[in-house]
Protein backbone atom coordinates (compact mmCIF):
# COMPACT_ATOMS: atom_id res chain seq x y z
CA UNK A 1 0.00 0.00 0.00
CA UNK A 2 3.35 2.22 0.79
CA UNK A 3 5.72 2.71 -2.14
CA UNK A 4 8.51 5.00 -1.26
CA UNK A 5 10.72 6.58 -4.12
CA UNK A 6 13.95 7.41 -2.56
CA UNK A 7 17.81 8.30 -3.11
CA UNK A 8 20.46 7.43 -0.55
CA UNK A 9 21.96 10.67 -1.42
CA UNK A 10 19.75 12.91 0.72
CA UNK A 11 19.66 13.26 4.55
CA UNK A 12 15.51 14.06 4.70
CA UNK A 13 15.47 10.76 2.96
CA UNK A 14 17.78 9.30 5.08
CA UNK A 15 15.03 10.34 8.06
CA UNK A 16 12.31 8.90 6.26
CA UNK A 17 13.77 5.39 5.58
CA UNK A 18 14.31 5.05 9.25
CA UNK A 19 11.08 6.52 10.60
CA UNK A 20 9.07 4.97 7.80
CA UNK A 21 10.00 1.29 9.02
CA UNK A 22 8.46 1.46 12.50
CA UNK A 23 5.29 3.07 11.22
CA UNK A 24 4.31 0.73 8.30
CA UNK A 25 4.90 -2.18 10.99
CA UNK A 26 2.69 -0.88 13.73
CA UNK A 27 0.11 -0.22 10.52
CA UNK A 28 0.69 -3.63 9.58
CA UNK A 29 1.61 -2.53 5.73
CA UNK A 30 4.61 -3.32 3.51
CA UNK A 31 6.12 -0.48 1.98
CA UNK A 32 7.68 -0.98 -1.80
CA UNK A 33 11.38 0.66 -2.00
CA UNK A 34 11.77 1.68 -5.30
CA UNK A 35 15.34 3.34 -5.77
CA UNK A 36 15.85 6.44 -8.09
CA UNK A 37 18.25 8.64 -8.75
CA UNK A 38 16.94 12.63 -7.61
CA UNK A 39 19.38 14.10 -9.66
CA UNK A 40 17.33 12.95 -12.77
CA UNK A 41 14.01 14.48 -11.13
CA UNK A 42 16.00 18.29 -10.69
CA UNK A 43 16.98 17.95 -14.12
CA UNK A 44 13.46 17.77 -15.50
CA UNK A 45 11.13 19.06 -13.36
CA UNK A 46 12.92 21.07 -9.93
CA UNK A 47 15.79 23.29 -10.95
CA UNK A 48 14.91 25.46 -8.32
CA UNK A 49 16.84 23.09 -6.19
CA UNK A 50 19.84 24.32 -8.01
CA UNK A 51 18.92 27.92 -7.55
CA UNK A 52 18.72 27.25 -4.17
CA UNK A 53 22.39 25.92 -3.57
CA UNK A 54 23.80 28.49 -5.89
CA UNK A 55 22.20 31.54 -4.28
CA UNK A 56 21.70 30.45 -0.26
CA UNK A 57 19.61 32.43 1.92
CA UNK A 58 21.98 32.42 5.01
CA UNK A 59 19.13 32.37 7.72
CA UNK A 60 17.54 29.39 5.95
CA UNK A 61 21.16 27.37 5.58
CA UNK A 62 21.66 28.08 8.89
CA UNK A 63 18.68 26.76 10.17
CA UNK A 64 18.78 23.61 7.61
CA UNK A 65 21.41 22.49 9.46
CA UNK A 66 19.97 22.62 13.15
CA UNK A 67 16.37 21.15 11.64
CA UNK A 68 18.67 17.89 10.21
CA UNK A 69 20.34 17.69 13.75
CA UNK A 70 16.79 18.32 15.62
CA UNK A 71 15.30 15.61 13.40
CA UNK A 72 18.34 13.45 13.90
CA UNK A 73 17.84 13.23 17.31
CA UNK A 74 14.16 12.98 17.23
CA UNK A 75 14.73 9.62 15.18
CA UNK A 76 17.87 8.47 16.99
CA UNK A 77 20.14 7.83 14.52
CA UNK A 78 23.31 10.46 13.48
CA UNK A 79 23.35 12.65 10.54
CA UNK A 80 26.59 15.28 9.73
CA UNK A 81 25.76 18.02 7.46
CA UNK A 82 27.63 18.99 4.98
CA UNK A 83 29.31 15.73 4.43
CA UNK A 84 32.97 15.81 2.91
CA UNK A 85 31.54 14.90 -0.01
CA UNK A 86 27.75 16.93 -1.08
CA UNK A 87 26.24 16.13 -3.43
CA UNK A 88 27.49 12.54 -3.36
CA UNK A 89 27.17 10.49 -7.17
CA UNK A 90 25.17 8.25 -6.16
CA UNK A 91 24.03 6.01 -8.98
CA UNK A 92 26.14 3.03 -8.19
CA UNK A 93 25.02 2.38 -4.48
CA UNK A 94 20.57 2.89 -6.11
CA UNK A 95 21.81 0.40 -9.00
CA UNK A 96 23.26 -1.90 -5.85
CA UNK A 97 19.49 -1.54 -4.37
CA UNK A 98 18.15 -2.53 -7.75
CA UNK A 99 19.91 -5.13 -8.44
CA UNK A 100 19.95 -6.35 -4.74
CA UNK A 101 16.11 -6.58 -4.59
CA UNK A 102 15.29 -9.69 -5.83
CA UNK A 103 17.67 -11.29 -3.20
CA UNK A 104 15.59 -9.63 -0.86
CA UNK A 105 18.68 -7.21 0.25
CA UNK A 106 17.69 -4.41 -0.89
CA UNK A 107 16.69 -3.07 2.25
CA UNK A 108 20.20 -4.35 4.56
CA UNK A 109 22.04 -2.87 1.94
CA UNK A 110 20.30 0.93 1.67
CA UNK A 111 20.29 1.47 5.26
CA UNK A 112 24.40 0.42 5.11
CA UNK A 113 24.46 2.90 2.46
CA UNK A 114 22.84 5.84 4.44
CA UNK A 115 24.72 4.95 7.36
CA UNK A 116 27.86 4.73 5.51
CA UNK A 117 27.51 8.30 3.88
CA UNK A 118 25.27 10.58 6.43
CA UNK A 119 26.60 8.73 9.74
CA UNK A 120 30.51 7.59 9.02
CA UNK A 121 30.86 10.39 6.30
CA UNK A 122 32.05 8.25 3.78
CA UNK A 123 32.05 8.97 0.02
CA UNK A 124 29.32 6.11 -1.39
CA UNK A 125 30.51 7.26 -5.03
CA UNK A 126 33.84 4.97 -4.31
CA UNK A 127 34.39 1.68 -4.97
CA UNK A 128 35.72 0.43 -1.92
CA UNK A 129 33.36 2.14 -0.03
CA UNK A 130 30.68 0.34 -2.08
CA UNK A 131 32.34 -2.92 -1.23
CA UNK A 132 33.32 -2.46 2.58
CA UNK A 133 29.39 -1.73 2.62
CA UNK A 134 28.86 -4.73 1.04
CA UNK A 135 30.82 -6.74 2.95
CA UNK A 136 28.42 -5.62 6.18
CA UNK A 137 25.43 -7.03 4.91
CA UNK A 138 26.98 -10.20 3.50
CA UNK A 139 26.92 -9.30 -0.21
CA UNK A 140 30.19 -10.05 -2.27
CA UNK A 141 31.39 -6.92 -3.46
CA UNK A 142 32.56 -8.43 -6.90
CA UNK A 143 29.23 -9.91 -7.84
CA UNK A 144 27.28 -6.39 -7.04
CA UNK A 145 30.02 -3.88 -9.39
CA UNK A 146 29.95 -6.63 -12.04
CA UNK A 147 25.38 -6.81 -11.16
CA UNK A 148 24.88 -2.71 -11.44
CA UNK A 149 27.11 -2.89 -14.67
CA UNK A 150 24.14 -4.59 -16.22
CA UNK A 151 21.92 -2.77 -18.70
CA UNK A 152 18.91 -3.94 -17.03
CA UNK A 153 19.73 -2.60 -13.60
CA UNK A 154 20.87 1.05 -15.02
CA UNK A 155 18.05 1.09 -17.21
CA UNK A 156 15.42 0.28 -14.30
CA UNK A 157 16.81 2.68 -12.14
CA UNK A 158 16.21 5.43 -15.07
CA UNK A 159 12.71 3.79 -15.79
CA UNK A 160 11.79 4.48 -11.38
CA UNK A 161 13.22 7.96 -11.82
CA UNK A 162 11.15 8.77 -14.90
CA UNK A 163 8.02 7.03 -13.36
CA UNK A 164 7.97 8.97 -9.90
CA UNK A 165 8.93 12.31 -12.38
CA UNK A 166 5.65 11.02 -14.48
CA UNK A 167 3.43 10.53 -11.19
CA UNK A 168 3.97 13.92 -9.76
CA UNK A 169 7.40 13.67 -7.74
CA UNK A 170 9.72 16.29 -7.45
CA UNK A 171 12.08 15.32 -4.94
CA UNK A 172 13.26 12.24 -2.90
CA UNK A 173 11.72 10.70 -0.76
CA UNK A 174 8.25 10.73 -2.39
CA UNK A 175 5.99 8.20 -0.81
CA UNK A 176 2.62 7.04 -2.13
CA UNK A 177 -0.25 5.29 -0.50
CA UNK A 178 -2.89 3.22 -3.01
CA UNK A 179 -0.42 4.49 -6.13
CA UNK A 180 -2.13 8.06 -6.59
CA UNK A 181 -2.35 9.69 -2.91
CA UNK A 182 1.65 11.38 -2.79
CA UNK A 183 3.26 12.86 -0.25
CA UNK A 184 6.59 14.52 0.09
CA UNK A 185 9.54 13.87 3.01
CA UNK A 186 9.98 12.77 6.10
CA UNK A 187 7.66 15.90 8.03
CA UNK A 188 4.80 13.87 5.71
CA UNK A 189 4.63 11.10 8.27
CA UNK A 190 1.77 11.71 10.17
CA UNK A 191 -0.31 12.50 7.32
CA UNK A 192 0.76 8.78 5.73
CA UNK A 193 -0.30 7.17 8.54
CA UNK A 194 -3.72 9.35 8.20
CA UNK A 195 -3.67 8.24 5.14
CA UNK A 196 -3.37 3.85 5.14
CA UNK A 197 -5.54 4.57 8.48
CA UNK A 198 -8.69 6.07 6.75
CA UNK A 199 -7.71 3.40 3.37
CA UNK A 200 -7.85 0.79 6.04
CA UNK A 201 -11.11 2.09 7.41
CA UNK A 202 -12.84 1.80 4.00
CA UNK A 203 -11.10 -1.50 2.99
CA UNK B 1 8.94 29.42 27.37
CA UNK B 2 7.68 29.11 23.86
CA UNK B 3 7.44 32.05 21.89
CA UNK B 4 5.24 32.01 18.74
CA UNK B 5 6.19 34.64 15.57
CA UNK B 6 3.26 34.94 13.53
CA UNK B 7 1.36 36.88 10.35
CA UNK B 8 -1.86 35.71 9.65
CA UNK B 9 -1.30 35.94 6.18
CA UNK B 10 0.27 32.65 6.31
CA UNK B 11 -1.61 28.99 5.68
CA UNK B 12 1.11 27.44 7.68
CA UNK B 13 0.60 30.08 10.20
CA UNK B 14 -2.57 29.09 10.56
CA UNK B 15 -1.75 25.24 10.91
CA UNK B 16 0.53 26.22 13.77
CA UNK B 17 -1.15 28.67 15.56
CA UNK B 18 -4.23 26.39 15.75
CA UNK B 19 -1.85 22.67 16.71
CA UNK B 20 0.64 24.70 18.99
CA UNK B 21 -2.18 25.66 22.00
CA UNK B 22 -3.02 22.00 22.30
CA UNK B 23 0.33 20.89 22.41
CA UNK B 24 1.56 23.54 25.11
CA UNK B 25 -1.58 23.17 27.26
CA UNK B 26 -0.43 19.77 27.39
CA UNK B 27 2.89 20.22 28.09
CA UNK B 28 1.71 22.91 30.88
CA UNK B 29 4.02 25.91 28.90
CA UNK B 30 2.45 29.37 28.11
CA UNK B 31 2.69 30.86 24.55
CA UNK B 32 4.11 34.38 24.06
CA UNK B 33 2.06 35.35 20.82
CA UNK B 34 4.36 37.79 18.80
CA UNK B 35 2.82 39.50 15.61
CA UNK B 36 5.00 40.05 12.79
CA UNK B 37 4.56 41.28 9.55
CA UNK B 38 5.98 38.13 7.01
CA UNK B 39 6.44 40.71 4.03
CA UNK B 40 8.92 42.51 6.20
CA UNK B 41 10.62 39.46 6.43
CA UNK B 42 11.29 38.30 3.22
CA UNK B 43 12.32 41.64 1.93
CA UNK B 44 14.74 41.91 4.19
CA UNK B 45 16.06 38.62 4.73
CA UNK B 46 14.19 35.98 2.50
CA UNK B 47 13.83 37.11 -1.43
CA UNK B 48 14.00 33.66 -2.34
CA UNK B 49 10.22 33.55 -1.12
CA UNK B 50 9.04 35.66 -4.12
CA UNK B 51 11.34 34.34 -6.75
CA UNK B 52 9.61 30.74 -5.63
CA UNK B 53 6.30 32.51 -6.80
CA UNK B 54 7.72 34.26 -9.74
CA UNK B 55 8.73 30.88 -11.54
CA UNK B 56 6.89 28.17 -9.63
CA UNK B 57 7.97 24.51 -10.33
CA UNK B 58 4.58 23.00 -11.73
CA UNK B 59 4.45 19.82 -9.49
CA UNK B 60 5.51 21.64 -6.33
CA UNK B 61 3.11 23.84 -6.69
CA UNK B 62 0.17 21.33 -7.41
CA UNK B 63 1.39 19.51 -4.37
CA UNK B 64 1.59 21.91 -1.95
CA UNK B 65 -2.23 22.76 -2.54
CA UNK B 66 -2.37 19.04 -1.94
CA UNK B 67 -0.21 19.12 1.29
CA UNK B 68 -2.35 22.12 2.65
CA UNK B 69 -5.57 20.20 2.17
CA UNK B 70 -4.16 16.85 4.20
CA UNK B 71 -3.26 18.96 7.02
CA UNK B 72 -6.29 21.06 7.37
CA UNK B 73 -8.06 17.78 7.29
CA UNK B 74 -5.41 16.31 9.63
CA UNK B 75 -6.00 19.35 12.23
CA UNK B 76 -9.48 20.04 11.86
CA UNK B 77 -9.59 23.25 10.24
CA UNK B 78 -10.78 24.30 6.61
CA UNK B 79 -8.19 26.38 4.65
CA UNK B 80 -9.08 27.36 1.16
CA UNK B 81 -5.62 27.69 -1.24
CA UNK B 82 -5.33 29.89 -3.15
CA UNK B 83 -7.46 32.79 -1.36
CA UNK B 84 -9.49 34.98 -3.66
CA UNK B 85 -6.93 37.58 -2.42
CA UNK B 86 -2.96 36.34 -2.16
CA UNK B 87 -1.37 37.56 -0.68
CA UNK B 88 -3.17 39.78 1.41
CA UNK B 89 -2.12 43.13 3.03
CA UNK B 90 -2.51 42.11 7.10
CA UNK B 91 -0.68 45.13 7.96
CA UNK B 92 -4.11 46.29 9.69
CA UNK B 93 -4.93 42.59 10.95
CA UNK B 94 -1.53 42.21 12.85
CA UNK B 95 -1.82 45.80 14.47
CA UNK B 96 -4.98 44.63 15.55
CA UNK B 97 -3.41 41.52 17.66
CA UNK B 98 -0.74 44.23 19.22
CA UNK B 99 -3.52 46.94 20.28
CA UNK B 100 -5.49 43.80 21.59
CA UNK B 101 -2.65 41.94 23.57
CA UNK B 102 -2.66 43.97 26.70
CA UNK B 103 -6.88 43.73 26.73
CA UNK B 104 -6.00 39.51 26.72
CA UNK B 105 -7.45 39.59 23.68
CA UNK B 106 -4.82 38.74 20.79
CA UNK B 107 -5.78 35.52 20.93
CA UNK B 108 -9.22 35.29 19.77
CA UNK B 109 -9.15 37.84 17.58
CA UNK B 110 -5.95 36.20 15.91
CA UNK B 111 -8.19 33.27 15.69
CA UNK B 112 -11.01 34.94 14.16
CA UNK B 113 -8.70 36.99 11.38
CA UNK B 114 -7.20 33.40 10.45
CA UNK B 115 -10.66 31.88 10.37
CA UNK B 116 -12.28 34.81 8.52
CA UNK B 117 -9.13 34.69 5.89
CA UNK B 118 -8.28 31.15 5.08
CA UNK B 119 -11.89 28.97 6.12
CA UNK B 120 -13.89 32.13 5.20
CA UNK B 121 -11.99 33.28 1.77
CA UNK B 122 -12.61 37.18 3.36
CA UNK B 123 -9.97 40.00 2.03
CA UNK B 124 -9.07 40.87 6.05
CA UNK B 125 -7.34 43.97 4.60
CA UNK B 126 -10.59 45.23 4.31
CA UNK B 127 -11.88 47.93 7.63
CA UNK B 128 -15.01 46.29 6.61
CA UNK B 129 -13.69 42.70 7.46
CA UNK B 130 -11.83 43.35 10.17
CA UNK B 131 -15.06 45.09 11.80
CA UNK B 132 -16.77 41.96 11.50
CA UNK B 133 -13.94 40.02 13.39
CA UNK B 134 -14.15 42.59 15.91
CA UNK B 135 -17.75 42.00 16.52
CA UNK B 136 -17.61 38.06 16.64
CA UNK B 137 -15.42 38.29 19.20
CA UNK B 138 -16.50 40.84 21.25
CA UNK B 139 -14.25 44.17 20.36
CA UNK B 140 -15.33 47.38 19.11
CA UNK B 141 -14.39 47.82 15.86
CA UNK B 142 -14.23 51.65 15.99
CA UNK B 143 -11.92 51.27 18.79
CA UNK B 144 -9.87 48.80 16.98
CA UNK B 145 -9.43 51.12 13.93
CA UNK B 146 -8.40 53.94 16.01
CA UNK B 147 -6.20 52.20 18.36
CA UNK B 148 -4.13 50.59 15.25
CA UNK B 149 -3.27 54.06 14.03
CA UNK B 150 -1.34 54.71 17.13
CA UNK B 151 2.62 55.24 16.44
CA UNK B 152 3.30 53.08 19.07
CA UNK B 153 1.26 50.10 17.78
CA UNK B 154 2.84 50.80 14.74
CA UNK B 155 6.19 50.59 16.11
CA UNK B 156 5.82 47.94 17.97
CA UNK B 157 5.05 45.91 14.77
CA UNK B 158 7.63 46.75 13.07
CA UNK B 159 10.34 45.90 16.26
CA UNK B 160 8.92 42.60 16.20
CA UNK B 161 9.19 41.85 12.95
CA UNK B 162 13.01 43.58 13.27
CA UNK B 163 13.71 41.57 16.18
CA UNK B 164 12.56 37.94 14.85
CA UNK B 165 15.04 38.79 11.53
CA UNK B 166 17.73 39.65 14.30
CA UNK B 167 17.36 36.02 16.42
CA UNK B 168 17.53 34.49 13.05
CA UNK B 169 14.28 34.18 11.51
CA UNK B 170 12.89 33.91 7.85
CA UNK B 171 9.63 33.30 7.83
CA UNK B 172 6.17 32.46 9.89
CA UNK B 173 5.66 31.02 12.48
CA UNK B 174 9.19 31.49 14.00
CA UNK B 175 8.83 29.53 17.12
CA UNK B 176 11.50 29.80 20.00
CA UNK B 177 11.74 27.49 22.89
CA UNK B 178 13.65 29.22 25.83
CA UNK B 179 14.44 32.28 23.58
CA UNK B 180 17.37 30.35 21.30
CA UNK B 181 16.07 27.29 20.64
CA UNK B 182 14.25 28.20 16.93
CA UNK B 183 11.88 26.26 14.91
CA UNK B 184 9.92 26.57 11.77
CA UNK B 185 6.46 26.06 10.63
CA UNK B 186 3.66 23.69 11.52
CA UNK B 187 5.66 20.68 10.99
CA UNK B 188 8.33 21.05 13.78
CA UNK B 189 5.55 20.73 16.63
CA UNK B 190 7.36 17.30 17.26
CA UNK B 191 10.69 18.80 17.73
CA UNK B 192 9.37 21.65 19.69
CA UNK B 193 7.86 19.36 21.95
CA UNK B 194 10.81 17.44 22.53
CA UNK B 195 12.94 20.60 23.15
CA UNK B 196 9.75 21.64 26.25
CA UNK B 197 10.45 17.96 27.56
CA UNK B 198 13.75 18.11 27.54
CA UNK B 199 13.85 21.80 28.94
CA UNK B 200 11.59 20.63 31.34
CA UNK B 201 13.88 17.64 32.88
CA UNK B 202 16.66 19.77 32.99
CA UNK B 203 14.92 22.26 34.54
Redesign the interface.
Known sequence: MIECFFDCSSPWTYLAFHNLQPMAAELGVEIEWRPILVGGIFNT????VY??RA?P????A??MK??LE??A??SGIAITFPPKVFPVNSVKAMRGCIWLAPQGKLLAFADAVFRAYWTDNLDISQDAVLAAVCESVGVDPAALLAGIAEPAVKDQLRLNTEEV?AR???GSPTIFVNRTD???GN??L??IR??VLAAQETA
Open positions: VNPSEQTVPAKRYKDDWRHVGGFMYFDRPLDA
